[in-house]
């Protein structure tokens, strides 16, 4: 993201049970397990990512009575079964056998494990879960996994609703084209507030309203509502929006920013390494962190220049960071079917 | 518990469809959740916890089957939407979370809701299933205190 690198490239669909209508451009997880079924990768990249997190937090909570695992994703493992013509309808969900597959290949012996799917504001929702299960007094710590695929189904649906961007993504500029994909696994281990931590999550909102199916109200009124609560009267020193690239969810977004925070510099990842569906939020948390631990932040390297229609202060590849390093950022989310969703981080 | 049953597709459409955007491309789910709300007339809780085994399984089927082309259809291919012309219908705005747990998930979703209220993050919390037979849709509701 510093670096300003686009990492998406066009998918090889040869193979595929249904090709997209439209050109596309996937930013995929570069692994060796090409054969398989699409469960084992996802667990097998939530294992990775788990390692990883493991390693940053210096331990590995292995004390089964005080653990909860929440998994976030929007299709989990559909990719296995709806191909399939002459298998019978799946009966469970597409999530919980990557869960289970995951916890399978761990150490890790959770008190209470539970799988959120609420479109792509799964991962604030699966947080927002954590700070409950912990507030409760059920867990001691919570590891929020994030993940999602992407394949043949989820293309051609983007595809379908005419959302995919032929090339680059450019969030926030005038002729803005849509979105491109990524695929993520993601790990947080959340706790309650403590000297090993190393950001601290001051508040996790979301909320959902019932406008339409996919588009949010153009007010924006509900992820304004989401900000508020979660920044609780503090002021942000960056936000990291949803910045899908497309036209009426930028167009939301920036009047919830220039009404709430009309000075605060807006970013933003999905230009970068796509969006990455239920696992978005997670990344873009993650990436708040690491701006708020290395002090730096990081651009919308894609975008010259921002809609000239829009008032919040983009920082887009001109734009220049005038103040100190930042200490607060603002990570917010937008999902089908009305889902919104707003997370303030701190250093801890 | 609340129990309601309805045929999908309809024979003719209710009279909230004139209150819901593109109602003729609703998913049984969504078609049946509102619909079985509209006929309840129950109040709405503090929190909803969407809590179906087979989550988007049958929209997902569908829209592949189809040949994955259909927009409308791949909309309904989350269990989130599913509430959406509910929230139409009422404007109620809120605390929604669509939780899974293969064969476990009303058990986990009976848990959780008392966990809302114990975190107090709801003093109501409404629990939503339901099945998608061939022919017509049950819509299931609980209310936890």
Redesign the interface.
Same mark, same amino acid.
């Given at each position: 993201l510093t670096a300003g690198k686009d990492f998406s490239a066009a998918p090889d669909v040869r193979g595929w049970p249904s090709t997209p209508t439209v050109p596309a451009r996937v930013c995929r997880i570069e692994d060796e397990t090409t054969a398989g079924s699409v469960e084992a990768r996802m667990a097998a990249h939530l294992a990775a990512a788990w390692q990883m997190a493991a390693r940053m937090a210096g331990r590995s909570p292995h004390d089964g009575e005080a653990l909860g695992v929440v998994f976030a994703s929007t299709k989990g493992s559909v990719e296995d079964s709806v191909w399939s013509k002459a298998s019978p309808p799946r009966l469970d969900d597409t999530l919980t056998p990557v869960l289970r597959r995951f916890l399978a290949t761990s150490d890790l012996q959770p008190r209470r494990t539970v799988c959120v799917s609420n479109a792509c504001s799964s991962n604030h929702v699966a947080l927002q879960l954590a700070g409950f299960w912990l507030r409760a007094g059920a867990v001691r710590e919570v590891l929020v996994l994030s993940a999602d695929h992407v394949g043949p189904f989820v293309v051609n649906g983007f595809a379908a609703l005419r959302s995919l961007a032929p090339e680059r993504v450019t969030p926030f500029a005038a002729g803005r084209q849509g979105i491109q994909l990524g695929e993520a696994a993601a790990a947080l281990l959340v706790t309650l507030p403590g000297p090993a931590a190393l950001c601290r999550i001051h508040a996790v909102d979301t909320r959902v309203e019932g406008h339409a199916l996919t588009r949010s109200r153009e007010s924006g009124a509900t992820l304004e509502e989401a900000c508020v609560l979660a920044c609780d009267g503090r002021t942000p020193d960056v936000i990291v929006a949803h910045g899908t690239g497309t036209e009426a969810n930028d167009a939301m977004e920036d009047a919830v920013y220039r009404r709430l925070f009309a000075t605060v510099p807006v970013t933003c990842t999905k230009w970068s390494v796509g969006h990455t569906l239920g696992a978005s939020g997670a990344v873009d948390l993650i990436a708040a962190c690491e701006m708020l631990r290395r002090g730096e932040v990081f651009r919308i390297a894609n975008t010259e220049a921002p809609d000239p229609a829009f008032a919040a202060r983009y920082l887009t590849r001109q734009a220049r960071w005038s103040g100190p390093p930042p200490a607060r950022a603002l990570v917010a989310s937008v999902g089908f079917g009305g889902m919104h969703g707003a997370a303030l981080v701190e250093l801890a | 518990m609340r129990v309601h049953t309805i045929p999908f597709p309809a024979a003719t459409p209710p009279a909230w469809t004139a209150r819901v955007?593109?109602w003729e491309q609703l998913d049984a789910a969504s078609f049946a959740v509102a619909d079985a709300f509209e006929t309840w007339g129950e109040p709405m809780p503090d929190a909803?916890l969407l809590a179906?085994?087979?989550?988007s399984?049958?929209a997902?089927?569908k829209?592949?089957?189809l040949?994955?082309?259909?927009?409308s259809r791949?909309? %309904?291919?989350?269990?989130?939407?599913?509430?959406?012309? +509910? *929230?139409?219908?009422? @404007?109620?705005?809120?605390?929604?979370?669509?939780?899974?747990?293969?064969?476990d %998930?009303p058990a986990?979703a009976l848990a959780?809701a008392r +966990? *809302?209220i114990?975190? @107090?993050?709801a003093r109501r919390v409404g629990i939503v299933q339901y099945e998608i037979g061939p022919q017509a849709v049950t819509v299931r509701y609980q209310v936890v205190t």
């Open positions: - | 955007q593109r909803f179906n085994r087979s989550a399984n049958a997902d089927e829209f592949a089957r040949g994955a082309q259909s927009p791949f909309v %309904t291919t989350l269990p989130s939407v599913s509430l959406s012309p +509910l *929230l139409q219908l009422t @404007g109620w705005v809120g605390l929604m979370i669509c939780v899974q747990d293969g064969p %998930t986990t959780e +966990l *809302l114990e975190a @107090g993050a």
